[in-house]
């Protein structure tokens, strides 16, 4: 690893660019669509090269959506997708690290018996137990409403067992010091626990808002209405069934603007979600 | 300041548990004692006791007159200090110290004051913004101690506090510590496995073992006189001789064997080991000859720098003023 040849050094970097040419084509072609009219996208080949009507195309998508498919505007499902993203993210965040809390520094009757149940629930995807939990969500008149679409997917049993080995790397001395100091479990949970977590928890942030974002089937059962359509369902709706021709540029350019929160995230929490997976700081 | 006094503390896990026998010891207003023992002896259990920070099985502890038994740490009127120094790691120095005092409510300016204080004794006033990550062994330990002499409590309790410190920064803290408590005057408690720490420090010492008081004294009177068998082998370094005699045992410290003719000698011992330490030189060997049949016990003996020692038989004597006896079943010493 450490041999300096410029032959070896030439394909490694050949390899490198091919797969990230690889991986970074069908984005590019995403964008290169949504700035093409309608009539280009059509001939074949498609053209490669940006054209003109970008500003067009996006305006018209967060306006109005899609004329063929369907025409709920792209503005109003993005501001759904960041509510639910934003939602499952933080509340995820701090409902598992206080049952992590719990169950790090508390005895009570039942304690491995109530981590077990949360670490089982790990083994269950959400698509195993969507029926009834359609079921629960639908009986409490739930159907389009915010609470329906971020409430069931707020428990992590993930984000908990995450935080729970965190806090095991906490030196007891650190909760003792504090006790002795006159901080009460609250105190030392809101004074020493959340800080000293908080490279997880950045890191935990950006892995749940892409969770919440990305969300697909859940959003699809439980949104019948377009003003509770989430973008990445939106996406799914403006392609029209059947035969129909669907407004590919429209669609690309909500693809496009699907895409950019996640990646804002990320760029704008990268050095702390490297923080977080990387370094256990003591 | 105040006095405090255990009195037949017990502690136990399970019924068939229990790690501390039943300890009773009145400790003087200012005193500074140290409790002294191998690991698993139960001596940081008693600290921790004292502290809160474990429950009390049997028995009462009273700190100032007033019993603690069901007391939370902080209405203890105590301020620990750890053997890993506990500090948290994203608080700076100051707010390190001040963090006890901010949680009773204290107003800012005899917080500033107090750590103030407490840093120009310490020496960290250069440190007052740092994080603990960036400051070496030595001043962290000094941040801990800082965190205890703000809170002015009645009672400091010391965990191993200098256990982590490379052996140089040891004996400069030692001293600190001395020093420290001459000019405070706090009751101390101070739990060691060193015991030159121990000897050092102590103004009265409690030597531990398997969770009971094995002896409780000033130092050099332990020294002088172990009350049991263990005690004689812990204290030293090396520890007290111990010889299996009949239904006794006799203690003899290294330092009162001296060489002599063969004739005159009380002891001979087959040296298999020499270490020249340069002040003086520690000779190891097994008991012979016709006292020694049983066990052939292993003896140590501290000589001048320059005595001529070396593999082969060494006669030796010592004054009957020297001889500690001690009881093989009870392990008791047996005053003559």
Redesign the interface.
């Known amino acids: 690893m450490v041999e300096r040849r410029p032959v070896l050094t030439f394909v490694r970097h050949a390899v490198l660019i091919a797969g990230v040419a690889l991986v970074m084509l069908p984005v590019y072609v995403a964008l290169v669509a949504s700035t093409l009219p309608i009539a280009s996208i059509m001939t074949v080949p498609m053209p490669l090269w940006p054209g003109t009507e970008a500003l067009q195309n996006y305006a018209a998508v967060i306006a109005h959506g899609s004329a063929l498919g369907s025409s709920a505007p792209v503005g109003r499902m993005m501001v759904n997708s960041l509510i639910m993203a934003l939602v499952i993210a933080c509340g995820k965040i701090s409902i598992s690290i206080i049952s992590a809390f719990a169950i790090v520094y508390f005895r009570f009757p039942l304690r491995t018996a109530c981590f077990w149940m949360i670490f089982v629930t790990l083994m269950l995807p959400v698509e195993v137990r969507i029926l009834p939990t359609y079921q629960v969500v639908a009986s409490l008149g739930l159907v389009n409403t915010y609470t329906g679409l971020t409430l069931p997917l707020i428990a992590s049993a993930t984000a908990t067992f995450l935080f729970r080995q965190f806090f095991l790397t906490i030196p007891d001395e650190l909760a003792e010091a504090a006790r002795i100091d006159g901080a009460g479990p609250m105190r030392f949970f809101l004074d020493v626990v959340v800080p000293l977590s908080r490279t997880n928890i950045a890191a935990l942030f950006v892995i749940m808002f892409i969770f919440g974002w990305n969300q697909y089937l859940w959003p699809l059962l439980v949104t019948t209405q377009e003003n509770m359509y989430t973008t990445v369902i939106g996406i799914k709706r403006m392609i029209p069934g059947g035969d129909a021709a669907a407004e590919w540029n429209l669609i690309m350019a909500t693809a496009i603007l699907a895409m950019l929160p996640p990646a804002a995230v990320i760029l704008l929490m990268q050095k702390w979600f490297v923080k977080g997976l990387v370094e256990s700081e003591k | 300041m105040a006095a405090v006094s255990l009195r037949d503390v017990r502690k136990s896990y399970t019924s068939d548990l229990q790690v501390i026998h039943g300890v009773s010891v009145e400790i003087a207003d200012g005193e500074f004692i140290v409790i002294l023992g191998p690991s698993g002896c139960g001596k940081s259990t008693l600290l921790r006791m004292v ?3 474990e429950t009390i099985s049997g028995g009462q502890i009273d700190i100032g007159g007033r019993v603690v038994n069901e007391l ?3 209405d203890r009127d ?3 200090v ?3 120094y ?5 608080m700076t120095v100051y707010e390190n110290m001040s ?2 005092l901010r ?2 409510g204290f107003s800012k300016e005899i917080i500033s004051q107090r750590v103030d204080r407490a840093a120009g004794i310490l020496e960290l006033k250069n440190f007052l913004d740092r994080k603990p990550r960036a400051l070496s062994g030595g001043q962290r330990q000094r941040v801990a101690m800082g ?1 205890a002499i703000v809170r002015e409590p009645q009672v400091f309790l010391f965990d191993e506090p200098l256990s982590n410190l490379d052996a140089k920064l040891r004996v400069q803290m030692r001293g600190e510590l001395q020093s420290l408590h001459r000019r405070l005057g706090i009751t101390s408690l101070y739990v060691t496995h060193d015991q030159v720490e121990a000897m050092t420090l102590a103004q009265r010492m409690i030597v531990m073992n398997g969770g009971r008081a094995e002896q409780i004294g000033a130092p050099l009177e332990v020294y002088a006189k172990p009350a049991t068998v263990f005690v004689a082998g812990f204290i030293g370094s090396p520890p007290m001789n111990l010889l299996p005699r009949g239904d006794r045992i006799l203690g003899l410290r290294p330092e009162h064997l001296e060489p002599c003719a063969a004739a005159e000698a009380t002891l001979t011992i087959e040296v298999d080991l020499v270490e020249p330490l340069g002040g003086d030189t520690l000779v190891y060997g097994h008991e012979t000859g016709a006292g020694a049949a049983e066990g052939r016990a292993r003896v140590a003996v501290r000589l001048p720098a320059h005595a001529p020692a070396g593999n082969g038989r060494l006669p030796l004597r010592y004054g009957p003023a020297q001889e500690h006896w001690f009881d093989t079943a009870s392990g008791k010493r047996i005053e003559r």
Not at chain 2, 86 to 90: D, G, M, N, S
């Open positions: 502290a809160g920070l939370e740490p902080k105590i301020a620990m750890f053997q890993n506990a500090l948290y790691p994203h963090y006890g949680i009773k965190r």
